[in-house]
Structures are given as structure tokens and as C-alpha cells.
């Protein structure tokens, strides 16, 4: 419904530091196009790219790219989706924006905004992208609403922290509870999470942050970006 998943698009009052801070994970750039009048900038771990965007708004952002999207108005309606904006003039580059039960904001794009990577990455030092995770007072109000866009709900009893996911071929989604974080969470995994966590460390990035009772700081860790942007590294069964 939504389309193919295209990027975190992600505002920062300092773009440059933000490319940085990604770079020294191991994130590596990608060539955007002119799509956008403000500073733009993409990285990626093979996994999930991160849009690095110089402007104000709503952030983070999921953005989706729709062909034809213009024509593709009718139909979200008809599922009964609400756009909170659109441009769709003639000359405009298209887009659509929508907002989720759960406070997330989407973007529906007509195109692409950057160039597929050349080749295959080597990832990052945050281990394996698992998902994006949103903060859901009521999940079951999230789950209808992304299962309405195509995705797939799977119940994960044996995850406390993240015991809902939704899946879609290009984008996994799961919900956690406010009050564990406040913030959405990009969620990355590794059985050698601790030794990861030693090495983003040792390359000044703190790795601080409150976690939930239950996760031991020395396999786990909550890490921010310049623009505030949180990533949460978890240890993953050998």
C-alpha cells in the first residue's frame, strides 16, 4: 500500500556532523539527487539507509517510494488512510504525508531521492539492522493500522522489550512501551555485542543511556546521534 521502503528520513540543524558521526560507525555514504532544495545527505550498512536532511518539520520520518503516487490517492483513502498533507502539483516532486496511531509520521514519495549502493557493504560496527521501533500506547491501534498497509504482525512472547513486530519485505517495525523509551529506536543485534560496543567506545562515541531494567550495560547500549537519533545495540543469542 505504502511501497517500497526507502529511508529514516532524518532533520539535524548540522548536517556535517551528522554524516560524521555515521561515517565512524561504518555507515557509508550514498550519491543523492536533487530532489530537495535543502542539504541532503544519505548513508547506509547495506541494511537500512538514513536520510540526513538540513531542514525543519516533522522527524524521524518512514519514508516509502510509490510510483505514480499522484493517481494512488484514491486507493489509501479508500483503505482509510488520511493524508495530513500533499503536494501533487504539476512540476512538484510528489509527496504524501501520513501519521500513524502511534505518533509516527510517513512520507510517500513518487521516486527515489538517492542512488542504490554500488556493491556490498560491510555493515556497520552496530552489528545487524533488526528494526525501527516506535513508542505505542496502544499497539493494537498500531498493528491495525500498519496491517491495513501490507505489513505482517508477528507476536514475539519470548521478547519483553520488543514483543511486537511488522513486517513488510523491505522494513520490519516493532513496538515498544513508552515508558520504557520515550523515542523511536533503530534496533541493531549481535551475539558479540559487547565486543562491538568496546570498539564504538574506543572511537569516542559514548555509549551511555539509560536501558531497561534487565539489560546488563556491558552487552547493551544506548547510543545518540548529533541530531538525536537513538540506537539501541542488544546482545543476540550465540
Not at 31 to 42: I, K, L, N, Q, R
Not at 111 to 132: D, E, I, N, V
Amino acid at each position: 500500500m505504502f511501497g517500497r521502503f526507502l529511508e529514516l528520513s532524518l532533520n539535524t540543524d548540522d548536517i556535517a556532523a551528522s554524516v560524521q558521526f555515521y561515517e565512524r560507525l561504518g555507515f557509508t555514504q550514498l550519491t543523492t539527487g536533487d530532489a530537495w532544495p535543502h542539504p541532503y545527505g544519505v548513508l547506509s550498512d547495506g541494511r537500512v539507509c538514513i536520510g540526513l536532511h538540513q531542514r525543519r518539520g516533522p522527524s524521524p520520518l518512514l519514508s516509502f517510494v510509490r510510483p505514480d503516487l499522484a493517481q494512488h490517492v484514491a486507493a489509501l483513502r479508500t483503505a482509510g488512510f488520511e493524508t495530513r498533507s500533499a503536494r501533487l502539483g504539476e512540476g512538484d516532486f510528489h509527496e504524501l504525508r501520513l501519521r500513524d496511531p502511534a505518533g509516527q509520521d510517513i512520507a510517500l514519495l513518487e521516486a527515489r531521492t538517492y542512488s542504490p549502493a554500488r556493491g556490498a557493504h560491510a555493515g556497520s560496527l552496530c552489528g545487524w539492522f533488526s528494526s525501527y521501533s516506535m513508542p505505542a500506547a496502544d499497539p493494537d491501534a498500531a498493528r491495525e493500522f500498519w496491517e491495513r498497509a501490507g505489513f505482517v504482525a508477528l507476536d514475539l512472547p519470548d521478547e519483553p522489550l520488543l514483543p511486537l513486530a511488522l513486517t513488510s519485505d523491505t522494513l520490519t517495525l516493532t513496538l515498544h512501551q513508552p515508558r520504557l523509551f520515550a523515542d523511536p529506536l533503530l534496533v541493531f543485534t549481535d551475539a558479540q555485542m559487547a565486543e562491538r560496543i568496546a570498539r564504538i567506545a574506543a572511537g569516542d562515541i559514548e555509549v551511555g543511556g539509560q536501558l531497561p531494567r534487565g539489560l546488563d550495560p556491558g552487552a547493551n547500549a544506548l547510543i545518540e546521534s548529533p541530531e538525536g537519533t537513538r540506537l539501541l545495540l542488544l546482545q543476540a543469542e550465540g
